[in-house]
């Protein structure tokens, strides 16, 4: 039995009942050996068996019990891997961590992304990484795109090298491959390509050599393993020929090496292409700022900027870091942020996002967040977390990629047993083919053919398509969306919004503009009694009492002291003024109390049907007035609405308000199916019997009320307003706040969707094809060599065509 022991911090706990509701829990499961809750630290201390149970179905008991795991994500850039059995293998080791809920390395980043129970350090991981055989970057403050400028110079001027010296080898080729003469005798011939091919495979392409012996010394095997013997055995024959009557292909195993480098170039170009939406974030923000400081302006690095300075921003300016415009009017270009073209008016009081442009106005800005905090910066992360995370279906492709090279090594052993014991077999494909494909010679011996077939399968068959495949169009993907202001925080998402059914959206701040208006006001007797409503309101923090209290403000009506305040979730408020007992709130509140409402019922039922929220007011156990509240409908909402129903999808609305509003606003934005009057609380369990009708579903709502449904969706999707982008509960944060942005969000689904398909089906045919044609001896290496490169260009190259995808919300 694998015993393992865990200390897992958990929020929310607030009595010994939550603690030991937990304990009870985890205890009931077979595969915990003990668990014990401490109410003091916040901590389970959880003994279990790590065969049967992972921390991520502890953590997972604990959340389903209504509490909360704190974890971390840990970001680790890693050197040296090259392909994907490399970062399978760094992946799995990262998995056997200590209080590892989830890793996952992308080859095309080259980082690890590893969240992790609170109380394990960096180092710890970073130390997996380097047991397992590759080294990890330095941690840096900022992001850098210096690193990968450097490194496609190097692999440039690894190519250039490799290619100056190739070429003679080519040329020198050339007389003895078509006419059968080598220059200037046989001996110096063979001893010149040696010569030549010596430098290209061991100084240039060194560390092919040096990052296979890693991957052996470790217990695995890479791409660089299948290289490095493809090449080795290629070479040895030149040595060999000298004695024995073989062929000599040291010029060609030169020849592999280079367009091994090449094809590493042209990927490295390929995935700084597939990355360039982190840079173009990198790049939007300012560098200085302007300060004013006891009435003098200084220049300062954006670096140096606090919370609280105030920065001179003039026309034309990019605005140095999120803020607060104190004084000034103007209008500014937030399209790095939204995606929205046209520019916004700001004036004292309104937000502003570090980045954006000013265009008009010379304005005064208090910082209100800097460095990592601000908005780019919460952007970049959010975007480098989804590229770090994985697809599901990349998950076939990790299982293949993980036995994919041993099992070559293997086909490659057979091959050559086979070549050199019966070799009249293959000799009839190759005859056969011969004078259809002008490198193949049907008579050149056992031992020869044996190689020449053998090197040509070590050299196909890197598994390297395979590992970009999904990655590459990921990272593109996500970098799309934010440009358009779809901020993709986990990969998954990407999958799951092209096959969803139907999506579920919360009324207020989602449909409608969450900012409500009184509109009505309807008495029995006097407009007295919207003084006691309003008092009360006062008390309260709900949108709609809000508004109430805005209206009586703005009209003059008179405000009493409140004593005994409650708010009643789901159903209204209540206090005490001058003595009497004021109730605000919906019909369930009076029905609670025992009020009647039949002498207003006409006028509520009337309202409501106009998309208005009646809220009814009692004073001492006597109903006296209705407060009708509107809040206005985006102007977007019906355009996304019928946008997503072309797109096949069903539409459901779920919201706290009455069922006569809740139809009212519905049939206004073509919505057919309507879930009222639900409690926040109850909104989980309606997602849930909606996920049970429909399948799978997403959840659009302003992310705060809405969190654990957006939580309970398959995909929940949190409508964001400005710098407001922090939305833990969301796989998907809509930052302009516009509805039609989901339509851009499920189209980009499905476009990255696509691609990613595309790329797996041609890795994995391409692999299918091409080996059975080098084990018959009808691929040359060098021809395999190429193929191999470009099945990898190709990968990325598709994967960059996904920019061209129409993700337009106005668009079919």
């Known amino acids: 039995m694998n015993k393992n022991q865990v200390q897992i911090k958990i929020e929310d706990m607030t009595c010994a009942a939550c603690s030991q509701r937990i304990e009870n829990q985890l205890n009931k499961s077979n595969h915990i050996i003990n668990a014990a809750v401490n109410l003091a630290t916040d901590t389970a201390t959880v003994e279990f068996n790590l065969d049967q149970i992972t921390i991520k179905e502890i953590k997972d008991i604990i959340k389903n019990t209504g509490y909360t795991v704190k974890t971390k994500k840990t970001i680790i850039s890693i050197e040296d891997m090259t392909c994907a059995a490399c970062s399978q293998r760094v992946e799995n080791q990262l998995k056997k961590g200590k209080g590892v809920i989830s890793a996952s390395v992308n080859l095309a980043t080259d980082q690890a992304t590893i969240e992790h129970l609170e109380g394990y350090k960096r180092e710890y991981y970073e130390k997996i990484i380097e047991d ?22 190097i692999a440039r001027k690894k190519m250039i090298w490799s290619w100056a010296i190739t070429i003679p080898i080519i040329l020198w080729m050339i007389p003895e491959m078509v006419f059968g003469i080598a220059f200037p005798n046989m001996f110096v011939f063979k001893l010149g390509m040696i010569a030549l091919a010596t430098p290209i495979m061991f100084i240039i392409g060194k560390k092919t050599y040096v990052m296979a012996y890693r991957s052996v010394k470790h217990g695995g095997a890479n791409m660089d393993v299948l290289i490095a013997m493809g090449t080795l055995a290629a070479y040895i024959t030149g040595p060999i020929s000298f004695f024995v009557g073989v062929e000599s292909y040291a010029g060609v195993a030169g020849m592999i090496m280079t367009f091994h480098l090449t094809g590493k170039y042209i990927e ?11 840079k173009k974030l990198l790049e939007l923000g300012a560098k200085t700022a302007i300060i004013e400081k006891d009435g003098v302006t200084i220049e300062v690095p954006i670096e140096s900027v606090e919370v609280g300075d105030l920065m001179i921003v003039k026309p034309g300016s990019k605005i140095p870091t999120d803020g607060v415009i104190v004084d000034g009017k103007t209008s500014i270009d937030e399209s790095m942020a939204t995606g929205e073209s046209m520019p916004v ?10 980045g954006t442009i000013n265009q008009k106005g010379a304005i005064k800005v208090k910082a209100t967040k800097v460095g990592k905090d601000t908005f780019l910066s919460q952007v970049i992360k959010m975007v480098e977390e989804a590229q770090g995370t994985k697809v599901p279906i990349q998950a076939f492709a990790d299982r293949v990629t993980s036995i994919f090279v041993p099992t070559v090594l293997v086909i490659a052993t057979l091959t050559f047993i086979a070549w050199f014991i019966a070799p009249e077999f293959f000799e009839t494909i190759t005859r056969a083919a011969s004078p259809y494909i002008p490198w193949i010679k049907s008579d050149l011996g056992r031992f020869t053919s044996a190689i020449f077939a053998t090197v040509a399968v070590l050299v196909i068959a890197c598994p390297c398509a395979l590992g970009l495949a999904t990655p590459t169009a990921l990272m593109v993907g996500t970098g799309m969306g934010a440009e358009n202001g779809v901020l993709i925080r986990k990969g998954e998402a990407i999958q799951i919004l092209k096959e969803i059914h139907t999506i579920v959206f919360d009324k207020t701040g989602t449909i409608t503009k969450g900012s409500p208006e009184v509109t009505d006001i309807y008495t029995v007797d006097d407009k007295s009694f919207f003084s006691y409503a309003a008092s009360l309101e006062n008390s309260s923090e709900h949108p709609l009492g809000e508004a109430i209290v805005s209206y009586a403000k703005g009209k003059g009506f008179e405000f009493f002291d409140v004593e005994n305040f409650d708010s009643i979730t789901g159903k209204g408020v209540r206090g005490i003024i001058n003595g009497k007992e004021i109730y605000v709130g919906n019909r369930k509140l009076m029905e609670d109390q025992q009020i009647s409402i039949d002498s207003l019922e006409e006028e509520m039922t009337r309202l409501e049907k106009e998309a208005k929220t009646a809220m009814l007011v009692a004073i001492s156990g006597e109903i006296k007035g209705i407060i009708a509240v509107a809040d206005p409908i985006k102007e977007d909402s019906i355009k996304a609405i019928e946008g997503l129903k072309n797109l096949g999808l069903e539409t459901v609305m779920i919201t706290g308000d009455n069922r006569h509003t809740a139809n009212a606003i519905a049939k206004a934005v073509g919505i057919d199916y309507v879930v009222s009057e639900v409690l926040p609380e109850g909104k989980v369990k309606e997602i849930k019997k909606l996920q049970e009708k429909y399948g799978i579903i997403a959840m659009v709502g302003d992310g705060i009320n809405d969190a654990p449904a957006l939580t309970q969706a398959d995909v929940g999707i949190a409508i964001g307003t400005g710098t407001d982008i922090a939305i833990e509960s969301a796989d998907v944060t809509i930052v302009q706040g516009k509805l039609s942005s989901v339509i851009t969000a499920i189209k980009l689904s499905r476009a990255t969707f696509r691609k990613i398909k595309q790329n797996l089906f041609w890795a994995f045919f391409y692999n299918l094809i091409m080996i059975p044609v080098a084990i018959a001896g009808l691929m040359h290496p060098l021809i395999a060599e190429s193929a191999m490169a470009f099945s990898s260009i190709s990968v990325v190259t598709n994967a960059n065509l996904l920019r061209r995808a129409n993700i337009e919300p106005d668009k079919s």
């Open 132 to 153: 397992t055989g590759y080294t990890v970057k330095e941690q840096k403050e900022k992001h850098e795109t210096q690193e990968e400028i450097d490194k496609t110079e």
């Open 268 to 278: 490295e170009r390929a995935k700084g292409r597939a990355s360039k939406a982190i």
């Open 345 to 354: 008016i700001k004036e004292v009081s309104d937000e502003v996002i570090g």
